[in-house]
């Protein structure tokens, strides 16, 4: 065996009395103590690589049914590259969750816009109809005015007071 330390170059001499051939047995119980080494260090490897991503997939699950409290990844992982995906997630997570909650807000604020509109509309619609009706009395039209007024208006009771042009009352 030759080795160089610095620029001198030195040569080791083996006794070959010391030195067996490996024969028949020996050789596939060190094949058989290697393939067992490997198939476990493949074992750790993919549980290593698979946990993580199971959970991954967890997360994503729940956020794609709308559950956004349960889906924090662990960012202190030992590997650079997961904990990178995880910090990644998170934020995405918490973004949709943000724009999510937002858009909630906007809906039933638009709803509720829309229906206090559509009310307005029905009232107008009904006190249009009310005054087209010439066989009711003017009592009657008035307290059918007076009601419909005290519902767009969400009161109690309300009044209505009938004048002929010159102030004196009907």
Same mark, same amino acid.
């Given at each position: 065996?030759?080795?160089?330390?610095?620029?001198d170059?030195?040569?080791?001499l083996?006794?070959?009395?010391?030195?067996?051939?490996?024969?028949?047995?020996?050789?596939?119980?060190?094949?058989?103590?290697?393939?067992?080494?490997?198939?476990?260090?493949?074992?750790?490897?993919?549980?290593?690589?698979?946990?993580?991503?199971?959970?991954?997939?967890?997360?994503?699950?729940?956020?794609?049914?709308?559950d956004? !409290?349960?889906?924090?990844?662990?960012?202190?992982?030992?590997? !650079?590259?997961?904990r990178?995906?995880?910090v990644?997630?998170?934020?995405?997570?918490?973004?949709?969750?943000?724009?999510?909650?937002?858009l909630?807000?906007?809906?039933?604020?638009?709803?509720?816009?829309?229906?206090?509109?559509?009310?307005?509309?029905?009232?107008?619609?009904?006190?249009?109809?009310?005054?087209?009706?010439?066989?009711?009395?003017?009592?009657?039209?008035?307290?059918?005015?007076?009601?419909?007024?005290?519902?767009?208006?969400?009161?109690d009771?309300?009044?209505?007071?009938?004048?002929?042009?010159?102030?004196?009352r009907?």
């Amino acid at each position: 065996v030759a080795f160089s330390i610095g620029k001198d170059t030195y040569w080791m001499l083996l006794d070959p009395g010391r030195v067996s051939i490996i024969h028949g047995r020996t050789w596939i119980i060190w094949l058989a103590i290697a393939a067992l080494l490997s198939l476990a260090g493949a074992a750790l490897i993919a549980e290593v690589i698979n946990r993580p991503l199971r959970k991954l997939s967890q997360a994503t699950n729940r956020i794609r049914e709308g559950d956004f !409290a349960g889906t924090r990844l662990d960012e202190q992982v030992p590997t !650079a590259e997961i904990r990178d995906v995880n910090v990644g997630f998170n934020q995405m997570a918490t973004a949709l969750q943000q724009a999510y909650a937002g858009l909630e807000g906007k809906v039933k604020e638009k709803t509720a816009h829309l229906a206090q509109q559509n009310e307005r509309l029905e009232a107008l619609y009904d006190v249009a109809q009310m005054s087209g009706q010439t066989d009711q009395s003017l009592e009657t039209l008035a307290h059918s005015f007076a009601a419909k007024l005290a519902r767009i208006a969400r009161a109690d009771a309300s009044a209505v007071r009938l004048a002929a042009e010159d102030g004196e009352r009907l």
